[in-house]
Nanobody, 125 residues
Framework: QVQLVESGGGLVQAGGSLRLSCAAS????????MAWFRQAPGKEREFVAA??????YYHDSVKGRFTISRDNAKNTVHLQMNSLKPEDTAVYYC????????????????????WGQGTQVTVSS
């Protein structure tokens, strides 16, 4: 089993920044991928960003504004979010999968086995 603990959500004005963190513990092993998804009220959960050894993936709507990174020694992934917009408002979920993710397509929820509880990000206009 893998446990994920997210932190860093909050309320910010449009144009501001937030940094989300997710720490993985348990049976993580050394080869894994992690990602962030988000879900706004009344909408489906959507992919935001993912990181696998040597590769990163971003949804088009966040490219150039969000940066995903990982600290392998701490089994932690970060999402630096800059130039935030009201449409970025959502609950952000951390996700984990054993094994790397490499594809020409952005990952979906089906590609990840473990999920965090979510952290609220609210961007005011």
């Amino acid at each position: 089993q893998v446990q994920l603990v997210e932190s860093g959500g909050g309320l910010v004005q449009a144009g501001g920044s937030l940094r989300l963190s997710c720490a993985a513990s348990g049976r993580t092993f050394s080869d894994y991928a992690m990602a962030w998804f988000r879900q706004a009220p009344g909408k489906e959960r959507e992919f935001v960003a993912a990181i696998s050894p040597g590769s990163t993936y971003y949804h088009d709507s966040v490219k150039g504004r969000f940066t995903i990174s990982r600290d392998n020694a701490k089994n932690t992934v970060h999402l630096q979010m800059n130039s935030l917009k009201p449409e970025d408002t959502a609950v952000y979920y951390c996700a984990f999968r054993h094994g790397s993710y490499y594809s020409t397509r952005a990952p979906s929820t089906y590609n990840f086995n473990y999920w965090g509880q979510g952290t609220q990000v609210t961007v005011s206009s």
